[in-house]
């Protein structure tokens, strides 16, 4: 059984989650070095654990992909989207 539409949709929305909390790790823990600020320990430690969510959602899609169609794909990437545009917001609440 091959990748359908919906689930690689599915993986493009969980890459771009990837992407967006792989730079919010990353500008946090430039600002931590330079403001040695402890409050961004938590920020970096709560985007971390989100990052590694989006990589294993990844993982877990693909291998879902061989075994279910596109009924469930399609909810999935309801939820996939509905995500992201938390995941924007969230980076955009914590700019600097």
Same mark, same amino acid.
């Given at each position: %059984?091959?990748?359908?539409? $919906?689930?690689? /949709?599915? #993986?493009?929305?969980?890459?771009?989650?990837?992407?967006? $909390? /792989?730079?919010?790790?990353?500008?946090?823990?430039?600002?931590? #070095?330079? &403001?040695? +600020? !402890?409050?961004?320990?938590?920020?970096? +430690?709560?985007?971390?654990? &989100? %990052?590694?969510?989006?990589?294993? /959602? $990844?993982?877990?899609?693909?291998?879902?992909? %061989?075994?279910?169609?596109?009924? *469930? +794909?399609? #909810? *999935?990437?309801?939820?996939?989207?509905?995500?992201? !545009?938390?995941?924007?917001? &969230?980076?955009?609440? #914590?700019?600097?």
């Amino acid at each position: %059984m091959s990748l359908g539409p $919906f689930w690689i /949709a599915n #993986l493009v929305i969980i890459s771009i989650s990837v992407i967006v $909390f /792989a730079v919010i790790t990353v500008s946090y823990i430039k600002s931590y #070095l330079r &403001l040695k +600020a !402890g409050s961004f320990t938590s920020i970096i +430690a709560f985007s971390s654990i &989100l %990052m590694i969510q989006s990589i294993l /959602a $990844f993982v877990i899609y693909y291998s879902l992909s %061989m075994h279910f169609g596109s009924s *469930l +794909a399609v #909810l *999935l990437l309801v939820i996939n989207v509905i995500s992201l !545009g938390g995941y924007v917001m &969230l980076y955009k609440a #914590l700019q600097i």
